[in-house]
């Protein structure tokens, strides 16, 4: 076979060519297609498998049970709308925004002022040099160049003070011990804890996406102030979760009958030196108590969506 042979079967050589061609594409062809074939009969055999398990379950899903779980679908979207609303609710709280310790100062001294004032109008009794828990600013303001997120979390722990005071007025609170929080500003060295502060600190709940901060409030009330303040909290804008709370009744000392006491300014005095008996009626005892509270921020939904993918 040589290069005269070739010349001479030109025509034969060149269909030999293209009918190889045209074999190797339909062979590729028709094995793309038998693995196709392959899948798809791969998938069939499993859904039959899910039907046959569907067929032996118990119960079996006839047109009542699916009735059923529509139901229970239509139910589920329902706790689906309300926990999106609750976390529109404990979406994370924008403070005002704060520049420098200065600008810090100056906004945590006017609200102690107002919220003193609302507490004086209110009746609430508190202790002499109250701070409603931020006493470490009394004589000084936080540290030159601290982080402005450090900051802003001090003016977030001030909104959340002002807001649960204001709450306590509305549920008309007695008396106000004290309100603890979380230090922020990390201390100086060798500097200890002060009064009201709590050992905690703000909590970061990454895999959970959400933040909390503790409070404890201490304070006098009524049962009925109690049950409204806890109310009202429940109902507040920000999301509050009460952790710990202990009550403990005050004892009242009952005066014995007949035993003497000061006359009323608006009683007359006797001249003739003798006593004169006045008895005190029985108070209803007043309710101590100490509570543990969170106030908890989630994550933008969005933040959380990118997380979850």
């Known amino acids: 076979m040589n290069a005269h042979w070739f010349r001479q079967n030109k025509w034969l050589v060149s269909f030999l060519a293209v009918f190889a061609v045209v074999l190797v594409i339909l062979l590729w062809q028709v094995w793309a297609h038998y693995a196709a074939y392959k899948q798809t009969q791969a998938a069939l055999e499993e859904k039959i498998a899910h039907l046959q398990r569907l067929e032996n379950a118990n119960p079996t899903p006839n047109e009542r049970n699916v009735a059923i779980c529509d139901e229970n679908h239509k139910q589920l979207r329902e706790v689906q709308r309300a926990l999106f609303a609750l976390l529109l609710r404990a979406a994370k709280v924008q403070p005002t925004k704060i520049d420098s310790n200065i600008e810090f100062a100056q906004q945590l001294r006017k609200t102690i002022a107002r919220m003193e004032e609302n507490v004086a109008k209110a009746g609430i009794a508190i202790p002499p040099d109250f701070r409603f828990g931020f006493k470490r600013y009394a004589t000084t303001i936080p540290r030159k160049g601290l982080p402005r997120v450090l900051l802003e979390q001090l003016g977030k722990q001030l909104l959340v003070v002002e807001d649960l005071v204001s709450q306590m007025i509305e549920a008309r609170v007695e008396q106000i011990y004290a309100i603890k929080r979380v230090e922020i500003e990390p201390l100086p060295p060798n500097v200890s804890l002060g009064e009201d502060a709590l050992p905690e600190t703000r909590l970061v709940h990454a ?52 035993s003497a006491a000061s006359v009323p300014p608006e009683g007359p005095t006797p001249d003739d030196g003798t006593k004169v008996v006045v008895l005190t009626p029985d108070r209803t005892p007043r309710l101590r108590v100490t509570m543990r509270v969170e106030f908890v921020e989630v994550a933008p939904l969005k933040a959380i969506a990118r997380t979850t993918q």
């Open 207 to 258: 895999q959970e996406h959400y933040t909390s901060m503790p409070f404890e409030l201490r304070f006098a009330c009524s049962g009925s102030a109690l049950q409204s303040f806890l109310n009202r909290i429940a109902r507040d804008e920000k999301f509050f979760v009460v952790t710990v709370l202990n009550v403990e009744q005050e004892v009242v000392e009952k005066r014995p009958e007949g």
